[in-house]
């Protein structure tokens, strides 16, 4: 006799309003409480549904992350090819990696223990790395300059030392972050005038 395989569970449909609501409000506490607050019974309370519901749409939390983390990742990329396109991609480059929040903290912290999370956050990157490598490379060849630098190696040598520079400034550390922005800046005003990263005489 054929076994009968196990039913599979009836999930919301992705467009739903609930869905973007449930979304929605697991964003914004996660940003203001930490995803440790982010449960079916605080989202339940925060929506005035029944916490069933919150696993019709999201079988597990975890599941309901990614779906936050992936909103807000194309919503951010869509910022930054707009921004890209201006006369000074290197800059732009820094400034955003420089505004990192605390939600990136959270994600990232997650994400080197839960493999979903890792997948999604490792697939924006790269996504955003290819996005600001192109918008380099593009600015550079509409100015007849050849790059004495890889433009890849260009877009993570400043986002990394933005980003650094950030998270040590959230836990309160500044020594060397003058002297760093002063390089940076003698960079950014080097590739605006010449397209080649040099060191300040």
């Not at 697991?26 to 930490?34: D, I, P, T, V, Y």
């Not at 912290?109 to 918008?135: D, G, H, P, S």
């Not at 993570?156 to 020594?175: D, M, N, P, Y």
Request: glycine fraction near 6%; aromatic fraction near 6%.
């Amino acid at each position: 006799m054929a076994s009968r395989s196990a039913p599979t569970r009836r999930m919301g449909v992705e467009s739903s309003e609930t869905r973007a609501q449930l979304i929605e409000a697991a964003g914004k506490l996660l940003r203001k409480e930490g995803c440790a607050a982010v449960t079916a019974r605080r989202l339940a309370e925060k929506l005035g549904l029944k916490r069933q519901i919150v696993h019709y749409y999201f079988s597990t939390i975890e599941e309901l992350l990614v779906a936050v983390i992936r909103r807000d990742s194309e919503e951010f990329r869509e910022r930054l090819i707009q921004a890209l396109g201006s006369d000074e991609p290197l800059r732009v480059i820094w400034e955003l990696g420089n505004n990192v929040t605390a939600t990136i903290f959270e994600f990232t912290a997650l994400a080197l223990r839960r493999k979903a999370i890792q997948a999604e956050m490792r697939r924006y990157i790269a996504e955003f790395r290819r996005v600001e490598t192109v918008a380099i490379t593009r600015y550079l060849e509409r100015r007849g300059i050849e790059p004495t630098v890889p433009p890849v190696a260009i877009a993570t040598l400043i986002k990394g030392i933005a980003h650094t520079l950030a998270v040590e400034k959230a836990l309160g550390v500044s020594e060397g972050h003058s002297e760093t922005k002063a390089i940076i800046e003698h960079w950014l005003l080097a590739f605006a005038q010449r397209g080649e990263l040099s060191m300040p005489q």
